[in-house]
Nanobody
């Protein structure tokens, strides 16, 4: 399974970006997809998770501002980011592993995911 993340860039605070994660080697249909982020000097942080279109979960720091979605026909998952803040600055990674809905602790744990994209950098200026 290969994941290719894209869409990062430089944006002013309050702005928006949409990240994409294109999968190859396996369908995303029926598999969990997640986004994590890692800022310099910090641990990788859970951002969002999608099991099916209507089954999503968000980290506390992004809930209400970010939206995860998927297009199974394009084998791609997206992360829409609105009302961006300087503290959202990080490298963003997509990941996949589960063919079922995991428990919450596993869903939010980077160590539980086997496949990762290369990361796309998001910088939010104040």
């Amino acid at each position: 399974v290969q994941l290719q993340a894209s869409g990062g860039g430089l944006v002013q605070a309050g702005g928006s970006l949409r990240l994409s994660c294109a999968a190859s080697g396996r369908t995303i249909n029926g598999y969990a997809m997640a986004w994590f982020r890692q800022a310099p000097g910090k641990e990788r942080e859970f951002v969002a998770y999608s099991w099916r279109q209507a089954d999503t979960y968000y980290g506390d720091s992004v809930r209400g501002r970010f939206t995860i979605s998927r297009d199974n026909a394009k084998n791609t998952v997206y992360l829409g980011m609105n009302s961006l803040k300087p503290e959202d600055t990080a490298d963003y990674y997509c990941a996949t592993s589960f063919s079922h809905r995991p428990v919450l602790s596993a869903m939010k744990s980077a160590g539980a995911y086997a496949y990762w994209g290369q990361g796309t950098q998001v910088t939010v200026s104040s």
